[in-house]
């Protein structure tokens, strides 16, 4: 009887009579949530909608070439991107405090939404909130802020008076993506690993130069083609690399090296908030880190993080 065909058409109406005439924002990073809550929207009301998307420097290697790819040539999204590398990058210059890190991240992102919502006219704000947002706002919202300063935009709404659409409410992930494949957005989007808002930023410890992010890109991108390959991609929940602030000694040929540590990080977990590391087979660990070595200039050591939630956390900062 939940038929989602039959949600999608009605929530569409439904938001073309709510926000009739009215200009809308939305940020969109091409998470999963958003993706599918911004695309539900312009379906309602087409460029009445401006999706802003913002390249803060720290997405996943190509990743701000495919975002507007997909929403804007693709689907045809009222999109722009706005490319703020430098002052982010500026802005965390000498920070190494995680903590200060997000919160230098999240205000620098509302700061340039902010921008962009006053040059639009927005009154309205679309965000992708889902059923277990909801939930766990209301049970421990409080208590997860404290571990770490989580990033979206937040603090908006408020301070620019603008309304919060919200048309994910009441689905469930698997629901969103569902909804998703219907609107038509490729997988590639709906069923990749979840993202932080402050990106790379915290997977870089300590202060973020553009050397150590050329560095993480490049290894991120290998260890996930290495799990695409070998079919670990999607039975895990999420995996990344995180570079560490610490040089150990080498060989490389016949010469001493002096280079980063890397680790690689996977974990097995159904909403976030408990996480087991995976048990990815040592074949696999060892292809990736191999792979690593051999090609990504400044890594010379690679470990795997076998620390599961808690009492670690999924990311390490
Ligand atoms: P932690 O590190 O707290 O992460 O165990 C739990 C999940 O949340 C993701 N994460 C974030 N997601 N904004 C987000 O939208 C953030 O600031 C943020 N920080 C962590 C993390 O990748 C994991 O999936």
Redesign the pocket.
């Known amino acids: 009887n939940w038929n989602l065909e039959d949600f999608v058409s009605k929530k569409i109406e439904e938001l073309r009579e709510t926000l009739a005439g009215k200009k809308v924002i939305a940020a969109l990073s091409g998470?999963v949530d958003s993706s599918v809550a911004c695309v539900l929207t312009h379906k309602a009301i087409g460029e009445n909608l401006l999706n802003v998307f913002v390249d803060h420097g720290f997405l996943r290697k190509g990743e701000e070439n495919e975002v507007p790819k997909v929403f804007k040539e693709m689907l045809g999204l009222n999109l722009v991107k706005i490319n703020a590398r430098k002052r982010f990058l500026e802005k965390l210059r000498g920070v190494s405090d995680p903590e200060r890190k997000?919160k230098i991240i999240g205000e620098e992102f509302i700061r340039v939404f902010e921008k962009q919502a006053q040059q639009h006219g927005a009154t309205h704000l679309v965000q992708g909130t889902i059923y277990s947002d909801v939930i766990e706002s209301a049970k421990s919202g409080k208590k997860?802020a404290a571990?770490?300063s989580?990033?979206?935009v937040g603090g908006l709404p408020e301070r620019m008076n603008l309304q919060i659409v919200e048309p994910l409410r009441n689905l469930f992930k698997d629901e969103v993506r569902l909804v998703g494949e219907i609107l038509g957005i490729p997988r590639q989007i709906l069923y990749r690993h979840?993202?932080?808002?402050?990106g790379l930023a915290?997977r870089i410890l300590g202060e973020v130069t553009e050397e150590k992010l050329e560095i993480l890109k490049e290894a991120d991108r290998i260890f996930i083609e290495t799990l695409k390959e070998t079919g670990w991609y999607e039975k895990v929940w999420?995996a990344f690399c995180v570079l560490l602030p610490v040089r150990s000694v080498g060989v490389r040929g016949d010469k001493r090296a002096y280079d980063y540590v890397l680790a690689l990080r996977a974990v097995d977990s159904t909403e976030?908030m408990t996480?087991d590391w995976s048990k990815i087979p040592h074949e696999v660990l060892d292809l990736a880190a191999r792979r690593i070595l051999n090609s990504v200039k400044g890594i010379g050591r690679v470990v795997y993080d076998i620390s599961s939630?808690p009492p670690a956390?999924?990311?390490w900062e």
Do not use: L, S, W, Y
């Open positions: 998470g997000r997860t571990i770490k989580h990033h979206n979840p993202f932080p808002g402050p915290v999420q976030g996480a939630k956390t999924i990311e």
